[in-house]
């Protein structure tokens, strides 16, 4: 019967043992799968990075390759349809063709005008012991200019414009199409972390601009 007890407890102890080895077994398991699991991520998060020749003003539409795994757009450019300007892009305007200024020409001031003196004495006192002096006189401005006044003068007519085609359709002339090539992406080799942090610093993405479609020539409306 002794024996019988010692076989039991003996069976019962290595079946503890067994049970505290399979859990630690599972422990440093779950450990290393994990531990293998970041380090494949981390492997395997090679991205491609959008960056594109394309230069100036071009054609493009977003499709797939213009955003990431999540969703975001990544691509520099706007988009924009070919355009090429022809006569229903153009106006008549009137455009100014005069080589001369608006001007109301010469107008008098006061290095046109002299101080003279009147003739005849204005004090009134008339007596022998008296002598006239510049005070006993009056004085006028008197016009020494010999330009007359509006001489030069200049107002824009009919004959100082002429109608010119200008462009008027507002869109910028764009014949070149752009699709994302491999020439486009290059690869990276970062961490989640590390695209975080450059998706944070790279900040808002900006759309570019371009400059307005200007007219053939300078124009402005002559006035009524």
């Known amino acids: 019967m002794n024996q019988v007890n010692v076989f039991l407890r003996q069976r019962k102890d290595h079946r503890r043992w067994v049970a505290l080895f399979l859990a630690l077994a599972c422990v440093v398991a779950y450990a290393t799968l994990d531990r293998l699991k970041y380090n494949g991520q981390a492997l395997n998060h090679k991205q ?10 071009v054609a493009h539409e977003h499709n797939d390759d213009c955003y990431d795994e999540d969703g975001e757009l990544r691509c520099p450019l706007p988009e924009l349809e070919l355009h090429e300007h022809d006569d229903s892009c153009y106006e008549e305007m009137a455009a100014l063709v005069c080589n001369e200024l608006e001007s109301d020409g010469h107008i008098h001031d006061a290095s ?5 003196r009147d003739e005849e004495p ?4 008339e007596n022998d012991t008296h002598e006239h002096s510049d005070a006993c006189y009056g004085w ?5 200019c010999d330009i007359p006044e509006g001489e030069g003068a200049h107002h824009h007519g009919l004959g100082c ?5 200008a462009l008027a359709c507002g869109l910028p002339e764009i014949t070149e199409e752009h699709v994302h ?7 990276i080799d970062m961490t989640p972390d590390e ?3 450059l998706v944070e610093e790279r900040g808002p993405r900006r759309t ?14 002559p006035p009524s």
């Open 195 to 197: 695209v975080e942090e």
């Open 161 to 165: 414009y002429e109608i010119q085609m």
């Open 208 to 221: 570019p601009s371009w400059p307005p479609c200007a007219a053939r020539t300078r124009w402005s409306i």
């Open 48 to 57: 491609m990075a959008l960056v594109c020749t394309a230069h100036g003003l």
């Open 112 to 116: 046109c005008y002299e101080r003279v």
């Open 181 to 187: 090539t491999d020439d486009c992406f290059v690869e």
């Open 140 to 144: 006028h401005e008197e016009l020494i």
């Open 122 to 125: 204005s004090c009134g006192i």
